[in-house]
């Protein structure tokens, strides 16, 4: 079992940047796939990123491709969001989650999640 805390959310304004962190307990880490999900309001869970155990293969969300980067340091249990060049459409609230086996789009494929961290982009 992996418990997650994500970190790093908060107001920024068009064209800014942030880093959210993803820490997650345990000595298993590195046994994890791990994505980012975010969820704005009224709306769906979203893809954003995900990052295989080992960091060397990553996924995006088409659309956000080019301004989002996912990584992930395995020696210190974190994995990391760079937002670049943010809009207000990007407003949510952000979640890691952590599943066993490959790399996956699905939210519903996820064994454990973070509780959220709020990124807020104003125009």
């Known amino acids: 079992q992996v418990q997650l805390v994500e970190s790093g959310g908060g107001l920024v304004q068009a064209g800014g940047s942030l880093r959210l962190s993803c820490a997650a307990s345990?000595?298993?880490?590195?046994?994890?796939?791990m994505g980012w999900f975010r969820q704005a309001p009224g709306k769906e869970r979203e893809f954003v990123a995900t990052i295989s155990q080992s960091g060397g293969i990553t996924d995006y969300a088409d659309s956000l491709k080019g301004r989002f980067t996912i990584s992930r340091d395995n020696a210190k249990n974190t994995m990391f969001l760079q937002l670049s060049s943010l809009k207000p459409e990007d407003t949510a609230v952000y979640s890691c989650?952590?599943?066993?086996?490959?790399?996956?789009?699905?939210?519903?494929?996820?064994?454990?999640w973070g509780q959220g961290t709020q990124v807020t982009v104003s125009s």
């Open positions: 989650a952590a599943r066993r086996g490959g790399l996956n789009r699905a939210y519903r494929n996820y064994d454990y």
């Open positions: 345990g000595r298993t880490f590195s046994m994890y796939a």
